[in-house]
Nanobody, 115 residues
């Protein structure tokens, strides 16, 4: 009963920026965790960033200082601002919501960073 619709992504040159956005809808509590994961070519899905229930944030070491996760619109939307993009950031990015002991996933959006 929870749906996540992601947007953003695209093709950008190294050093550029992109902003991903994901809107959640449906019946849920505001006491949830939202996060971003990504899956590069031939790789497993990996954690990128999350915002915890207390509003604190966590980032993968590979994106610290470059990516910023934020929530707004009564916590119904989660963004991922990606700066100083590198070719190794190329992946399909998925937004995630964890609530009531269940994971919900967005459809994924492709980010391609050229050198």
């Amino acid at each position: 009963q929870v749906q996540l619709v992601g947007s953003g992504g695209g093709l950008v040159q190294a050093g550029g920026s992109l902003r991903l956005s994901c809107a959640a809808s449906g019946r849920m509590s505001s006491s949830n965790v939202m996060a971003w994961y990504r899956q590069g070519p031939g790789k497993q899905r990996e954690f990128v960033a999350r915002m915890l229930r207390d509003g604190s944030t966590e980032y993968a070491d590979s994106v610290k200082g470059r990516f910023t996760i934020s929530r707004y619109n009564a916590k119904s939307t989660v963004d991922l601002q990606m700066n100083s993009l590198k070719p190794e950031d190329t992946a399909v990015y998925y937004c995630n919501l964890y609530w009531a002991n269940y994971d919900y996933w967005g459809q994924g959006t492709q980010v391609t960073v050229s050198s």
